[in-house]
C-alpha cells in the first residue's frame, strides 16, 4: 500500500471530509465528479507530472451488494489492459479503512455524454471512429468472458493526445464496471441493473437476459452520437417498454 498523508498547506474546499490531500506521490488538484458513494478527482504525480484520475469511495457506505459491485470492478480493471479500456494504477486505502482510492487512467475528454452536449450530434464519420473504439473494448471483454452490464454514454470516457487518421478525436475508453460480471454468473441472469434508458427489453421486462444485452446498449448509444437523444424514452419503466414495444425509431429530418 501507498502511504497516505495529510499535508498541511492551503485549504483545498473540494475534499470531501477526511479525504487526505494526497495519496503516496499523488496529490489531489480539483474534483472531477461525484456518485452515490465516491468522489472523483484529478491528482498529479508530484515527480513526474503525470495526471491521474482518483476515486475516492466511502468505504464505510457500502452494504453487501456495493463491496461485490466494488471487488468485481478492481478484478476487471486488474486484469484488463487494453487501449479502450481505462487503466487502473494502483488501490490504496486510509488507515482507519474509511476510504478505498483507485488510482485511475486520467481521460481529459471527459466523458461522451459531456462531449454529445457541448457538440451536438456528431457526423457519421465522427460516430463511426468513436464506435470501432467501443466495439474494441468491448470485442476485448467478451474475449475473457466479461460482460459490462452498464453501458451508456456517461461511462465512456474520451482521453486526448491521438493524431494522424484520427483527426485529433480523442480515444474512447469504457469505464465503470461495477455491474460487469463473468458470463457463467451474468448469463440467463435475472437482475435489473443498467441505466433504463440503455437497458435491453428483456431487462426492463425483469426477464432473464442474457450476454448480448451489451448490443442493445450499443445500439442505443449509436443512436445517440447520431441524433443528441436516446432512441426511446418514458416516463418510467412501463412507458418506456411501451413505447419500446409499439414506436417507430425516426431520425430528425
Not at 156 to 161: A, D, H, R, W
Request: hydrophobic share 40%; glycine share 10%.
Amino acid at each position: 500500500a501507498v502511504p497516505v498523508r495529510k499535508d498541511r498547506g492551503a485549504s483545498l474546499s473540494f475534499l470531501s471530509t477526511n479525504v487526505p490531500r494526497q495519496i503516496g506521490p499523488y496529490r489531489f488538484v480539483r474534483h472531477l465528479g461525484s456518485g452515490s458513494f465516491a468522489q472523483v478527482y484529478g491528482a498529479v504525480h508530484d515527480g513526474t507530472g503525470e495526471e491521474v484520475a482518483v476515486k475516492a469511495i466511502a468505504a464505510r457506505k457500502l452494504n453487501a451488494k456495493l463491496r461485490e459491485n466494488l471487488e468485481c470492478e478492481i478484478k476487471i480493471l486488474k486484469d484488463f489492459k487494453h487501449e479502450n479500456i481505462v487503466g487502473l494504477y494502483g488501490i490504496d486505502k486510509t488507515s482507519s479503512m474509511e476510504y478505498i482510492f483507485l488510482v485511475m487512467e486520467y481521460c481529459d475528454g471527459g466523458g461522451l455524454h459531456q462531449f454529445l452536449q457541448a457538440n451536438g450530434a456528431l457526423g457519421e464519420d465522427v460516430a463511426r471512429v468513436f464506435m470501432n473504439d467501443l466495439a474494441r473494448g468491448l470485442d476485448f471483454m467478451w474475449s475473457k468472458q466479461f460482460i459490462h452490464r452498464d453501458l451508456k454514454p456517461q461511462n465512456l470516457l474520451l482521453k486526448n493526445g491521438v493524431t494522424g487518421p484520427r483527426r485529433f478525436l480523442p480515444t474512447l475508453k469504457i469505464a465503470d464496471f461495477g455491474f460487469a460480471r463473468h458470463l457463467e454468473e451474468a448469463t440467463m441472469a435475472e437482475t435489473t441493473c443498467g441505466s433504463p434508458l440503455y437497458m435491453a427489453p428483456e431487462i426492463l421486462r425483469l426477464q432473464k437476459y442474457g450476454a448480448n444485452a451489451d448490443l442493445w446498449s450499443v445500439g442505443a448509444i449509436m443512436f445517440e452520437m447520431l441524433t443528441k437523444r436516446p432512441p426511446f424514452t418514458g416516463t418510467g419503466r412501463r412507458s418506456l417498454i411501451a413505447n419500446i414495444e409499439t414506436k417507430t425509431i425516426r431520425y430528425p429530418d
